[in-house]
Nanobody, 126 residues
Framework: QVQLAESGGGSVQGGGSLRLSCVRDGFSYGANSVAWFRQAPGKEREGVADILTSGGDAYHAESVKGRFTISRDNSNNAVFLQMNSLKPEDTAVYYC???????????????????WGQGTQVTVSS
């Protein structure tokens, strides 16, 4: 059984930065991709960024490109999301998720990811 634990959320003023962490406990055969999603009150869950655990390019949604960066530390089973130049519209609960992706068209499709963390709140004030 795989468990994902997010940390690093908090409250910050617009223009500030936060670094989220996601640590995986357990093994899932075939799982090759870790992603960050976010969900604001009253809105659908939105894919933010994805990275392959084995290497290769990361993917960032247009809404965060140039401001957020996903990275990984395989030795510690961790994935990070560095968030810079935060805006009030970035306010949401942020989740990490683990899945198996062999079709790039499915990147950041929530149904692709099998395991989810409990989420960490990010609040950006204006």
């Amino acid at each position: 059984q795989v468990q994902l634990a997010e940390s690093g959320g908090g409250s910050v003023q617009g223009g500030g930065s936060l670094r989220l962490s996601c640590v995986r406990d357990g093994f899932s055969y075939g799982a090759n991709s870790v992603a960050w999603f976010r969900q604001a009150p009253g809105k659908e869950r939105e894919g933010v960024a994805d990275i392959l655990t084995s290497g290769g390019d990361a993917y960032h949604a247009e809404s965060v490109k140039g401001r957020f960066t996903i990275s990984r530390d395989n030795s510690n089973n961790a994935v990070f999301l560095q968030m810079n130049s935060l805006k009030p519209e970035d306010t949401a609960v942020y989740y990490c998720a683990l899945g198996m992706i062999f079709d790039q068209r499915l990147v950041l499709e929530p149904s692709t990811y099998t395991y989810w963390g409990q989420g960490t709140q990010v609040t950006v004030s204006s």
